[in-house]
C-alpha cells in the first residue's frame, strides 16, 4: 500500500474543513421524526401509507413556516425503516433510529412486538414515542413518553362487536382467531371479554403464525366448530380476506368481522366476494358529503401509492405530527420531555376535521390516548360503508 | 367422512406445492453437495412475475386462464435467468464445497431478498383466479385450480422420478450424486452434469411458485415459508433422496393439516418441527436416506 502524498492530505484536510464549516444551525432545524412501520409481508400497506401521511404533514407544516420554538424555526423529516412487524427487525429499527440517527421523536411505530423493542430502547434515551399498536402493556403511568396515535381495542372493541350483536341478535356463538404474536395476544382478551359481556358464547380462540400463506386448515378448524360468527381479530386484511374465502369455499356462512379491517380493497384482492358483509373497526371512508375537498385529496394521492384508500392506522401518523407541532410550540421547547409533558394538554387540528386531545385516565391510568372517533365499517356490494360512528 | 375428505384434499394440495419444492433442493444437494438457500428466492421470483404480469396481461382483454398461460412461463423463464446468473457467477466455484456453498447461499439470500423487494414492493399480491369453480365429492368441497395443482404437482413428481431412473440424463445425475470422481473417470462431464442439474432444480422451483401463485398471498418473502418447510421435508425424506422427498413432502402436509385442525395452527408448527427432532431420532439420514 502507498503512503498519502501531501496533495493527498492536504486536499482532505480541505474537505474536512469544508464539512465542519457547514452551518451548524442548519443541521439542527430539522426534526428527525423516525417510524418503524412494516414496510414488507401482509402489513405492507400499512407501513407504506403511514409513511405517505407522515411525510405530508411534515410537508404542510414545513410549507406553513414550520415549527417555531425557544426561538428558532425547525422543520420535520420523516426516517421509515422496515420493522417487518417482528420484534428482532423492531429491535434493529429502534437502534438504528435512536442510535445511529439521533431521532428524539418517534412519529409512530406499528406493530406491538417491534413498538415494545423501541419503546425498551426509546424510554432509556427520553425519546418520545408515538405508536398506532394496540397493545394495551405499552401504556400506563410507567411508560410517560408513550402516546397512542389511533383508537385501540379497549376503545374500538366494546362499540365494534356491541353494534355487530345488536344487528344480528340471532348469533350467539363466535371462533376468533388472531395473530400469535405481541398484538394478537393482547388484543384476543379485550375481544373475548366484550363478546361474553355482550353475551356471546365464544367456542373458540386460536392463533396461527404471521407469514402464513395457507388458510385452509385454519379455516376448516375454525368452521368445525359451526359459530354463528367469526371474528379473525388483529389479522391484517390480505390474511383475513384469504381466510374468510377458505371459508367461503367450505360452505360457512355467517356474520364476519375484522377488528384490524382497514378497507375493502385489500380484503378483496385475497377474499374476492368472500369479503362481502365484513364488519371492521379501522376503516374509513371517503364517499359521501361529510368528506372535505382536502380528506379527497389525499386520499386519492393515496390510493395511487397504495392502491387502497387510506385508513384509521395511517392517519394517525398524520395527526401524531400535528400533535407534536402544537406540543412544541405550547411548550416553547424541542426537548422531548417537555413535550411529552405538554402532550396531554394540548389540543390540535386532526386529518378527522376539528380539534382533538388525549385521554385515557381511566383505561389506562395516564392522559396518552388520542380522542379519536370511533368508526364501525362494512364492506356493503363492494364498497365499504361506515355503519357507525362514535364521537368519545 | 365429509371433514376427513376435506383435511386429506387440504394436506394433498399443500403437500403438492412442498414435493416440487423439496424435489428441487434435494437434487441439487445430491448432484452438487450444496445446501441451496436460494431455492426460496427462484420460487418467489417466479410467483411475484405471474402476480405482476397477469394483472397487466389480463387488462388487455385476454381472459384469466389465457392471461396465466402467457404469464406462467414469463415466470419461469425470469426464475431460470435468475438461476443460471447465481450459478455461472457463485455456485460454480463452490461446487462440493459445503461450508463455502453455504456462506455464499445465505449471502445471496440477503442480496436478493432486498432486490426482490426493491422491484416488486413489499405488498402482497394477489393473482386474480385462473380457474373457476368447484368440486364437491363425499361433503368435501375443493377448488378447481387447487384439483389442477395436485395434479401437475404429482405428474411433474413421477415424470422427474421417471426420467431419473429410466432416461440417460437421469443416471447421469444419479452417478454423479453417488460417486462424482467415479462418474468422472468414466467420461461423465461433471461440470455440465451439475449444471444441468441445478437448472432442473430451478425449473421445478418456479414451477411449483407459478403453480401456487394463484392460490396463495403472493409476496417477496413468500420464498421464505416455503424454505423451511422444504428443508424440513428434505430432512425427513433423506437428504438426495428423490422418493424421500415425495413422501416427505405428504408426510409433513398431512402433519400440518391435522395439526391446525385438531390443535391449533401455532401448535401445528410446534408439531412439525417435533416431528423432525423425533424422525431424525429414530432415522438419522430421514425415511430413505442412504447410509
New interface residues.
Given amino acids: 500500500m502507498k503512503a498519502p502524498t501531501t496533495l493527498t492530505i492536504g486536499v482532505v484536510a480541505v474537505m474536512s474543513a469544508s464539512a465542519c464549516a457547514v452551518d451548524p444551525a442548519a443541521a439542527q432545524d430539522v426534526i428527525k421524526l423516525g417510524l418503524s412501520v412494516p414496510l414488507s409481508g401482509s402489513a405492507a400497506n400499512w407501513g407504506k401509507g403511514s409513511e405517505f401521511m407522515c411525510q405530508k404533514a411534515a410537508e404542510e407544516i414545513n410549507q406553513a413556516g414550520g415549527i417555531k420554538a425557544s426561538g428558532k424555526t425547525y422543520n420535520f423529516e420523516c426516517i421509515t425503516y422496515d420493522n417487518k412487524y417482528n420484534a428482532a427487525e423492531g429491535t434493529k429499527v429502534a437502534q438504528t433510529l435512536i442510535n445511529r440517527d439521533a431521532v428524539k421523536f418517534i412519529g409512530g411505530a406499528l406493530g406491538t412486538a417491534p413498538t415494545k423493542a423501541l419503546q425498551a430502547i426509546a424510554e432509556r434515551q427520553d425519546v418520545l414515542l408515538f405508536t398506532v399498536s394496540w397493545g394495551k402493556s405499552l401504556k400506563g403511568p410507567e411508560h410517560p413518553m408513550t402516546f397512542t396515535q389511533q383508537n385501540t381495542p379497549y376503545e374500538i372493541l366494546p362499540p365494534l362487536i356491541g353494534y355487530v350483536v345488536k344487528q344480528h341478535s340471532q348469533a350467539k356463538t363466535v371462533a376468533m382467531l388472531n395473530p400469535n404474536d405481541a398484538t394478537g395476544q393482547e388484543t384476543e382478551p379485550v375481544a373475548k371479554a366484550t363478546y361474553e359481556k355482550n353475551g356471546i358464547k365464544v367456542f373458540a380462540s386460536d392463533y396461527y403464525e404471521r407469514g402464513t400463506t395457507e388458510f385452509q386448515a385454519i379455516a376448516a378448524r375454525i368452521a368445525s366448530f359451526k359459530p354463528e360468527i367469526i371474528d379473525v381479530g388483529s389479522t391484517p386484511p390480505a390474511d383475513a380476506g384469504a381466510i374468510f374465502k377458505a371459508l367461503d369455499l367450505m360452505g360457512w356462512k355467517g356474520v364476519k368481522v375484522n377488528e384490524t379491517g382497514t378497507g375493502a380493497d385489500t380484503l378483496k384482492e385475497t377474499g374476492g366476494d368472500a369479503a362481502e358483509g365484513v364488519y371492521m373497526g379501522s376503516g374509513v371512508v371517503f364517499d359521501g358529503d361529510t368528506v372535505s375537498a382536502y380528506q379527497r385529496k389525499l386520499n386519492d394521492e393515496a390510493r395511487k401509492l397504495l392502491g387502497e384508500d387510506l385508513n384509521t392506522i395511517q392517519i394517525g401518523f398524520y395527526d401524531a405530527v400535528y400533535a407534536l407541532k402544537t406540543a412544541m410550540e405550547t411548550a416553547n421547547s424541542v426537548e422531548a420531555k417537555k413535550v411529552a409533558e405538554t402532550l396531554p394538554d394540548i389540543t390540535f387540528p386532526t386529518f378527522y376535521g376539528g380539534k382533538v386531545g388525549f385521554f385515557g385516565k381511566e383505561t389506562y391510568g395516564n392522559v396518552q390516548q388520542m380522542r379519536l372517533p370511533i368508526l364501525v365499517t362494512q364492506v356493503q356490494k363492494g364498497k365499504l360503508v361506515q355503519v357507525h360512528r362514535i364521537d368519545p | 367422512m365429509q371433514?376427513a375428505v376435506?383435511?386429506m384434499a387440504?394436506a394433498l394440495?399443500?403437500g403438492a406445492v412442498y414435493i416440487l419444492f423439496s424435489l428441487g433442493l434435494t437434487l441439487v444437494f445430491g448432484v452438487m453437495r450444496i445446501v441451496n438457500f436460494v431455492h426460496g428466492q427462484v420460487f418467489a421470483t417466479a410467483a411475484l412475475t405471474v402476480a405482476y404480469a397477469l394483472p397487466t396481461i389480463a387488462a388487455a382483454g385476454l381472459p384469466p386462464l389465457a392471461a396465466y398461460c402467457v404469464a406462467a412461463p414469463v415466470g419461469v423463464i425470469a426464475a431460470l435467468v435468475l438461476s443460471v446468473a447465481i450459478y455461472t457467477f457463485g455456485f460454480r466455484y463452490f461446487q462440493r464445497d459445503e461450508i463455502g456453498s453455504f456462506i455464499l447461499s445465505i449471502g445471496l439470500v440477503l442480496v436478493l431478498d432486498g432486490v426482490l423487494?426493491k422491484v416488486f414492493?413489499?405488498?402482497?399480491h394477489?393473482v386474480p383466479?385462473v380457474i373457476t369453480g368447484?368440486v364437491s365429492s363425499f361433503g368435501a368441497?375443493?377448488?378447481l385450480q387447487s384439483l389442477v395443482l395436485c395434479v401437475v404437482a404429482l405428474l411433474l413428481a413421477t415424470g422427474l422420478y421417471l426420467m431419473l431412473g429410466h432416461t440417460k440424463l437421469g443416471k447421469v445425475l444419479r452417478a454423479v450424486s453417488i460417486d462424482h470422481e467415479a462418474a468422472m473417470m468414466v467420461g461423465i462431464p461433471y461440470g455440465k452434469v451439475a449444471f444441468g442439474g441445478f437448472l432442473i432444480a430451478s425449473l421445478l422451483a418456479a414451477l411449483a411458485g407459478v403453480l401456487?401463485a394463484p392460490m396463495?398471498?403472493v409476496?417477496?418473502?413468500?420464498g421464505?415459508?416455503y424454505l423451511i418447510k422444504g428443508f424440513i421435508v428434505v430432512i425427513i425424506g433423506g437428504l438426495g433422496s428423490i422418493p424421500g422427498a415425495i413422501l416427505a413432502g405428504l408426510f409433513v402436509a398431512t402433519v400440518?393439516?391435522l395439526?391446525?385442525?385438531?390443535l391449533?395452527?401455532?401448535y401445528?408448527?410446534i408439531a412439525t418441527f417435533a416431528l423432525v427432532i423425533a424422525v431424525l431420532l429414530v432415522r438419522p439420514k430421514g425415511f430413505l436416506g442412504r447410509g
Wanted: hydrophobic fraction near 40%; charged fraction near 15%; glycine fraction near 8%.
Fill in positions: 371433514t376435506q383435511l387440504t394440495q399443500i423487494l414492493g413489499g405488498a402482497v394477489r383466479e368447484v368441497t375443493v377448488t401456487i396463495s398471498i409476496s417477496p418473502v413468500i421464505t415459508d400440518e393439516t395439526g391446525a385442525f385438531y391449533d395452527s401455532s401445528a408448527t
